[in-house]
């Protein structure tokens, strides 16, 4: 199995400010991905965080907005930027393992834009 | 691509009576496919999984599930609900590569809803 701690667990933050979401695995994964849970929605995947690369899109979601890191095999960053109210959302982190078999997930950050 | 689509985004039993959640999958491979359960404020729990082994699949908290690839279904089961239950529940499905693993990159349903009355 696979141990996710993400920080903050939440926060409330002005408009026009940007967060950083910080996610740290107790192992090394090869991709780690970002997803948001809108208020009553289900998740949807942001990006896939891989070591050494830039991170890969969905559809829907830009570097700009969401900038991530991935300096190594156990640690990434996801950064809301330039925040509006709605980007208040629950973000997760989430990891893969046993090729594919899992999928682990940190407890999440809520996020609340005013 | 793949597709995750849950009937019903509310579900409502009485306390004792059948669940069942329903979950329809599109894949053009043979996927693996999960149940998560998310109760208020709080993350995601894995309930159960099919990873092409046995098509009954037995999770926690009493919950099964059975993979029918003719119907492309994979719909949740427990037979007698708990107050307990109440929560949100998802299906997802992930999309093994043409080397048999996946990543672990998941796309969800729209969750459904579980109200249980006593």
């Known amino acids: 199995s696979a141990v996710i701690s993400q920080k903050p667990s939440r926060d409330i933050c002005q408009r026009g400010t940007s967060l950083t979401i910080q996610c740290q695995v107790d192992?090394?994964?090869?991709?780690m991905f970002w997803y948001r849970q809108q208020p009553g929605q289900s998740l949807t995947l942001i990006a896939t965080a891989n070591q050494g690369s830039e991170a890969t899109y969905e559809s829907g979601f830009v570097i700009d907005k969401f900038p991530i890191s991935r300096p190594n095999l156990t640690f990434s960053t996801l950064t809301v930027s330039n925040m509006s109210p709605e980007d208040s959302s629950i973000y997760l982190c989430?990891?893969?393992?046993?090729?594919?078999?899992?999928?682990?997930f940190g407890q999440g950050t809520r996020l609340t834009v005013v | 691509a793949q597709s995750v689509t849950q009937l019903g985004s509310h579900v409502s039993v009485s306390e004792g009576a059948l669940v069942l959640l329903r979950c329809n999958y599109s894949?053009?491979?043979?996927?693996?496919l999960f149940w998560y359960v998310q109760y208020p404020n709080q993350g995601l729990q894995l309930l159960l999984k099919?990873?092409?082994?046995?098509?009954l699949v037995k999770g926690i908290n009493g919950f099964e599930a059975e993979f029918k690839k003719s119907e492309t279904s994979f719909h949740l089961t427990k037979p007698s609900a708990h107050m307990s239950d109440a929560a949100e529940y998802f299906c997802a499905v992930s999309v093994r590569n043409a080397g048999g693993t996946s990543y672990g990159k998941l796309t969800f349903g729209q969750g459904t809803i579980l109200t249980v009355h006593p």
């Open positions: 989430s990891v893969g393992a046993g090729g594919g078999t899992e999928a682990f």
């Open positions: 099919y990873t092409s082994a046995a098509t």
């Open positions: 192992s090394q994964v090869t991709m």
């Open positions: 894949s053009s491979v043979p996927p693996y």
